[in-house]
C-alpha cells in the first residue's frame, strides 16, 4: 500500500536524491546540477514553481512527481504538466506508477484542469507501454524546442531591458 502526499520544505534532500536516481535511470547524470537550495527557493520559496508529490510505502520513500501548471489557450483552461516522475526499482511493476496518475488526475480535475501533458525519452519502451495503457496519447506531430545557457543569454542580449 502507497502513500502518496505533498512534500514539505523539511524534505528538499530527499528530492534532490530523487532526482538523482532519476537523472541516472535516464542516462542524463551529468544534467542534474540542482542544489537543495535551488529546490528550497523554487518549490518553497516566496513564489513556488512547481509542487511535489511523495510517495512512500511502509515508511520508505518509494518515489515522487514533480509538476507544475501551464495553460491551453486552445481550450481556455489551465494544465498540468508532470516534470518528473520517478518510481524507485524495488517498487517497480506495484501499482505506484498508476497511483501517482490517478492522484494528478483528481489533482487536475480539482483545479479545473484540461488535460496532464508530460514527455517521455523515446527509447523509454517501459514507459512508452505504460502511459499507453493509460489511455494516454502520443503527440507525434510536435517537436520539442529548447532554449538554454548560452543561447538563452545571447538572445536575451539581442533585446534591451523592458518591464514584463
Not at 523509454?124 to 494516454?136: D, I, S
Request: charged share 25%.
Amino acid at each position: 500500500m502507497f502513500t502518496i502526499r505533498p512534500a514539505d520544505e523539511a524534505e528538499v534532500p530527499v528530492i534532490r536524491r530523487l532526482i538523482r536516481e532519476l537523472a541516472e535511470y535516464e542516462r542524463l547524470s551529468s544534467a542534474a546540477v540542482v542544489t537543495e537550495a535551488d529546490l528550497r527557493a523554487t518549490l518553497f520559496g516566496p513564489r513556488p514553481y512547481a509542487e511535489v508529490l511523495i510517495a512512500e510505502a511502509g515508511g520508505d520513500v518509494a518515489g515522487f512527481a514533480l509538476f507544475f501548471h501551464n495553460y491551453s489557450t486552445f481550450a481556455g483552461k489551465p494544465g498540468l504538466y508532470l516534470e518528473d516522475l520517478y518510481v524507485r526499482p524495488e517498487y517497480r511493476q506495484r501499482g505506484l506508477g498508476t497511483a501517482f496518475f490517478r492522484r494528478l488526475a483528481q489533482v487536475a480535475l480539482e483545479r479545473g484542469c484540461g488535460r496532464i501533458e508530460w514527455m517521455v525519452l523515446d527509447w523509454n519502451e517501459p514507459a512508452l507501454r505504460f502511459y499507453q495503457k493509460l489511455g494516454a496519447v502520443p503527440m507525434s506531430d510536435w517537436t520539442v524546442q529548447r532554449l538554454v545557457g548560452d543561447s538563452l543569454r545571447r538572445l536575451a542580449d539581442l533585446y534591451p531591458s523592458r518591464p514584463v
